[in-house]
């Protein structure tokens, strides 16, 4: 377990686990009883097994950093010099070519050198771009390590300004800026960008505010893979960073637009999880249609967002989509706080 006060500019604590971690380096088993060094023991390990199962109190982050800190790396090849690393955060897309290897989001920033090691292993060339695909902490954390080394470092315009102000995600504990200069994007862009690695072709596409205002798809020819950042977990309810811009209206627009894009054969990198196909997506854009539907009749019957929470719109979508950090409560508040904000509830 990694302090993420390694990260000073991130505001997180997760207690269960170091709970458990100080209690342990606490023992003396010469000095305590075998009963109490039970009793400490079972009493800290219940403690670690709550933190994993969205403790009373615990917040979405701190639930989503714990799984962060501890998932294994892994290193999946999804086509010709195109590599999947994940584990560390949200997934990282490695693209290498004959000298050099671009970077779509660097993970944890307390992992990143474990990352960089995995890249290298995986590339054989070191990293000279790298591409976010938003400002979130899980795809940017390795930013401060690859900017201070010279990696150019690419976004939309918007993760930028986002980068460089404080920000607080609604329902989800999320507190996190300033970022260190050597953090920010070196190159921008507002609609769409092409990049060449190799003999990978990549265009970059920002579809409007969806997750944040500032998130790019990156399609990748000829490998025909879509690295679709986190309109897209695979599988758990997203994220709607109300704050940045997010909407459930921009989500599923930014979603049809991706379906419209790709083919049965194109390889989806979500934001989190396994590589998907173009059904899953299907499959999670249409859950989402149907949740927006349900919550907006809720609106319109003038429920409050707590009543809305007690009717269980996600109720049947729950076993597939609600067992990850966000759970359904939390996804029926972004929802909701969303369409009202939006102002289109009664259509
Ligand atoms: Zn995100």
Redesign the pocket.
């Known amino acids: 377990m990694r302090n993420m006060n390694s990260q000073p500019w991130i505001q997180l604590r997760f207690d269960g686990a170091t709970q458990w971690k100080h209690a342990v380096q606490q023992i003396r088993p010469s000095l305590v009883s075998i009963q109490t060094l039970l009793l400490v023991l079972f009493v800290t390990a219940a403690t670690w097994r709550g933190a994993g199962q969205v403790a009373t109190g615990e917040t979405v982050i701190q639930k989503a950093t714990e799984e962060f800190e501890n998932s294994p790396m892994k290193t999946t090849s999804v086509g010709k010099s195109v590599f999947m690393l994940s584990g560390d955060g ?1 997934n990282i897309t490695a693209i290498a070519d004959g000298g050099s290897t671009l970077l779509i989001d660097s993970g944890m920033d307390s992992r990143v050198t474990e990352l960089s090691d995995a890249i290298a292993k995986a590339t054989m060339r070191p990293v000279t771009r790298l591409v976010n695909t ?1 400002w ?1 902490f ?2 940017t954390g390795g930013n401060v390590y690859f900017g201070a080394a010279g990696v150019t470092i690419i976004a939309h315009e918007n993760v930028k300004k986002r980068l460089t102000s404080v920000q607080d995600v609604p329902f989800t504990g999320m507190h996190d800026g300033h970022y260190p200069p050597q953090a920010l994007p070196t190159l921008t862009y507002s609609n769409s960008m092409t990049l060449s690695q190799g003999s990978q072709q990549l265009a970059l596409f920002n579809y409007g505010p969806a ?2 205002d500032g998130d790019t798809i990156i399609y990748i020819a000829p490998a025909n893979v879509a690295v679709v ?2 309109i897209f977990s695979n599988h758990n309810y997203p ?1 709607i ?1 109300l704050a940045s811009g997010g909407s459930i209206d921009g989500m599923i627009h930014s979603l049809d637009q991706v379906l419209a894009q790709t083919d049965e054969q194109t390889k989806i990198v979500p ?1 989190h999880g396994l590589v998907a196909t173009r059904a899953d997506l299907q499959d999670y854009r249409d859950m989402l249609v149907q949740v927006r539907q349900r919550i907006k009749a809720l609106i319109s019957a003038g429920k409050a967002i707590d009543e809305a929470v007690a009717a269980a719109p996600t109720k049947d979508f729950d076993a597939k989509w609600g067992s990850g950090y966000v759970p359904p409560d939390v996804f029926t508040k972004m929802v909701f706080t969303s369409l009202l904000h939006s102002g289109n509830a009664s259509q």
């Open positions: 949200g938003h979130h899980d795809h997750h944040t950042g986190d994220i960073d934001g």
